[in-house]
């Protein structure tokens, strides 16, 4: 209010002015008196009052700062209070993976909680005693750890609330300087103008200026006092500051050394529940060692009963074969289908065994057929010719589409059958030549002496010989080798003679056959003609002159 009436002199002072001024009259004593109120209103505006509303705010701020620092202290203790030596800091160990508390800036994260081990067979794990005491000193290394890391954020919120104490001390005593020299400067011309009111003589004008410069000293008085107080404040807090850049060197190394203390009682905790532990791999081996054992035997056992009994089977029935003088084409078969038999036994007898040895060991069979379908897709995907050869192998070997020695046509090749198995089939042409052919590739076959094959013969007689006694001849040396005992296992039924085939410029043809085995067609064949030669020589047939023998070719 006492400022607004200062206002309203002022104005009404102002409009006076400026009336006489228009008037023409003088107006030095009313200017006099207007600058008298403005230096009055300026003093009014800056006495202790409104300097303490001003400094009100800075202390407020001052206060909550002070009302942090003290919860801190009730944890950490006052920054006059020394902290106990910190031990020296190890070095610390590799960071684990897994963390626990948000890490500190400066600071490498501490251990996660020491989880129990988990086993994939669902049971329970019985825990010697030195597992659970290092389980429980790692739960209580963790737990300083964890208190330590805390005590360091606590600590470093305390040093950070200290500074913001500081700013604001800081701020405060630079405002108290500005009203200090604002107050002086204001003294001092309160002081010219008191020197001029009593040279004048104006008593009523020095009793004010005398009033003012009163409460201007009471001002610099008080604002003199909070300003030494807030020096010794401020030097305190930065004592008290720096004792906690020095402290935290130590709060940092404590929370090092316990963090590095938790790590290694987590790391001797979970080396103690490895299972390569010595002492677990030999718990294990008491528990499980006989059910393995015996699975193993099992597997050992039906292994070797697979393979008596497919053995068995072969060499019986190759047996029956031989004493039936069946081609070695059929024994080649059913040898390759028995050792078919055998590797299929052998890899449903070792997957089987297999998983049951991975279910005795406890370990997750559920995760572990997962990983195995996917890759087991990767595989067929990837090999699937592979697996298309063997199975058209198994194809061809259980329909029995050639032997071994058949003449065949695959393709584009022909060539006589060397070699039959569950992946390729080898062929050998009439130059020798080898192919090897992918069963899959095996998409057409013509089997030139699939089961028996035919000697077919075609003998010219001159035409000036009778044909009957010829034929009498053929047909004697053709039942003669056949009842032969060396080559009439080979013929498998009587000679066919089919006569007369057709006439040539200089010649008859009589045609025969001979069914003979599919391996041994062309040694019969050569057999027998070597036994018409020599029967035409000793009877005096002679053969007709090839040159006037035109080729030709008649069917049955």
Known sequence: REIERYREAIEHLQKRIDTAKRANRPVAALEQELADLQLKQKTTRLSAETLLQETESIKDRIASLEK????????????????????????????????????????????????????????AVQLRPEQIEAAKVAREKSLAARKAEQDVVRFV?????????????????????????????????????????????????????????????????????????????????KASLARLDQEEEQYVAAAERRRAEAE???RESVWLQSPLHPRNVLAWLEERGPRLLMVVALIVLLLFLSRLSITTMVRYWTRRLREEKKSFGRVNRLETLGAGYDAVMRFIILVGGTFMLLEEAGIDLNALLGGAAIIGVALAFGAQNLIRDYFNGFMILLEDQYEL??????GPVTGTVERVNMRTTV????????????????????????????????????????????????????????????????????????????????????????????????????EMLRRLKNRFDNEGIPLPDQRCLVPATSAR
Do not use: C
């Not at 080559?487 to 410029?505: H, K, M, N, S, T």
């Open 68 to 123: 942090q620092i003290a919860a801190a202290e009730s944890i950490l203790g006052s920054p006059e209070e020394e902290l106990p030596p910190a031990p020296e800091a190890e070095k610390p160990p590799a960071t684990s993976e897994e963390t626990g508390a948000p890490a500190i800036p400066g600071m490498p994260p501490m251990p996660a909680k020491t989880a129990p081990p988990t086993g994939a067979d669902k049971q």
């Open 157 to 237: 919120e305390r040093r950070t609330a200290l500074k913001a104490q500081i700013a604001a001390i800081e701020e405060q005593i630079a405002t108290e300087q500005n009203t200090l020299h604002e107050m002086s400067l204001l003294e001092t011309e309160l002081k010219k103008r008191l020197t001029e009111a009593r040279r004048k003589g104006d008593s009523r004008a020095v009793a004010d200026l005398q009033a003012e410069l009163k409460k201007i000293d009471q001002t610099i008085a008080r604002v003199q006092k909070s300003h030494l107080r807030s020096q010794e404040t401020l030097r305190k807090l």
């Open 264 to 266: 290694a009682a987590r």
């Open 405 to 410: 020695g058949d003449l065949v046509t695959i």
């Open 427 to 526: 062929l050998r042409d009439l130059e020798g030549k080898v192919h090897f052919i992918p069963n899959s590739n095996v998409n057409q076959v013509t089997n030139s002496t699939y089961k028996w094959a035919n000697a077919l013969f075609d003998i010219p007689i001159p035409l000036d010989r009778r044909v009957d006694p010829v034929l009498d001849l053929i047909r004697e040396e053709a039942e003669a080798l056949y009842r032969d005992p060396e080559w009439g296992r080979d013929i498998l039924a009587e000679p066919e003679i089919l006569g007369v085939d057709r006439f040539g410029p200089a010649a008859v043809y009589i045609k025969f056959l001979l069914r003979t085995r599919p391996d041994r067609k062309f040694p019969v064949r050569r």
